[in-house]
């Protein structure tokens, strides 16, 4: 049986400095954050703590970095799952799926000596999506056995745990989960504007060989609307061209020709999809 979490390493290496761009979001998450260090001083005052976080934004612009990075900054064990893995199971065991998540996440702590675990769901829409009728019964026990497990967490317990999830469907979740004591903040991760594109190029390429005629700059300018997963393609697409022409350093036009290439492929799975 296919085990839900991938990932053993505790604690991600991951931090909010490897993240381009987001600067408002990278505040308003640490801030959300906080809360979860400070617990003492948050209970003592009485208020309730976060349980869950929701990024929202479009494919491939770091918000699984971003949860990632949201582990490392509080020293926290972090799971993850897809919501897509959850659909098309049998009625029963996607509930069960999602209970092992959280025992997962509770034993990863104690045996790493940590007081806090994070789980992280990708596409969390998957199962938190708008329903009618009856006819997806396994989903509504997928998404119920998650509300129990986040009306669960509670500040008195030993290991403090936060839900992150992410979605580029934020329209079309249930309403339960954005009730407050779910996901009642809403974090937007958009697509990087120029000076974000600058700097997760600069990030992608710290450990590339540029030539001189490189510039960075033009190439932010170049790539609009480009996510962060599609620069750091154009970024490996560029050392691919400049090392198979045993080019000993990558020169602006292997960048421009791997830009083109990003984009061509773009439009070649939009066209496969129409
Ligand atoms: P999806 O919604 O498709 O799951 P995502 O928003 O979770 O995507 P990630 O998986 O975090 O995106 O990003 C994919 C890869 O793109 C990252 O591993 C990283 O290499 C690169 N990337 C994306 N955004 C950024 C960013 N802001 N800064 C640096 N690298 C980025």
Redesign the pocket.
């Known amino acids: 049986r296919k085990k839900l979490v991938q990932s053993k390493a505790s604690v991600p290496t991951t931090s909010f400095d490897?993240?381009?761009?987001?600067e408002r979001a990278k505040k308003e998450l640490k801030e959300a954050l906080d809360f979860l260090i400070h617990r003492d001083q948050i209970s003592q005052y009485g208020i309730r703590p976060i349980k869950g976080i929701l990024l929202s934004?479009p494919?491939?612009?770091?918000?699984?970095?971003m949860a990632k990075a949201a582990a490392h900054y509080t020293d926290s064990v972090f799971v993850s799952a897809s919501g897509s893995e959850f659909v098309e199971m049998y009625v029963g065991v996607g509930a069960q799926r999602m209970r092992e998540l959280f025992q997962e996440v509770r034993t990863l702590a104690k045996r790493n000596q940590k007081t806090s675990g994070i789980v992280f769901i990708?596409e969390i829409d998957a199962i938190g999506g708008h329903r009618e009728g009856s006819q997806h019964r396994e989903y509504d026990q997928t998404l119920n056995q998650l509300l129990t497990e986040m009306d669960g967490i509670s500040t008195d317990q030993d290991i403090r745990i936060l839900v992150i999830a992410?979605t580029?469907r934020k329209d079309m979740l249930d309403p339960a989960l954005l009730r407050p004591g779910r996901f009642d903040r809403q974090i937007e991760?958009d697509l990087?504007d120029k000076k974000a594109r600058l700097h997760?190029l600069r990030?992608?390429t710290q450990n590339k060989p540029l030539a001189e005629d490189v510039s960075l700059e033009r190439l932010a300018v170049e790539t609009f609307g480009f996510?962060?997963?599609q620069l750091?393609s154009v970024t490996n697409e560029a050392a691919i061209y400049a090392m198979r022409e045993n080019s000993p350093e990558i020169t602006q036009r292997h960048l421009s020709a791997a830009v083109d290439k990003v984009m061509m492929g773009e439009k070649t799975d939009r066209e496969a999809t129409q």
Do not use: Y
């Open positions: 490897d993240i381009g761009g987001h934004g494919p491939g612009t770091g918000k699984t970095l990708d992410a580029n991760v990087p997760i990030l992608h996510s962060g997963a750091e």
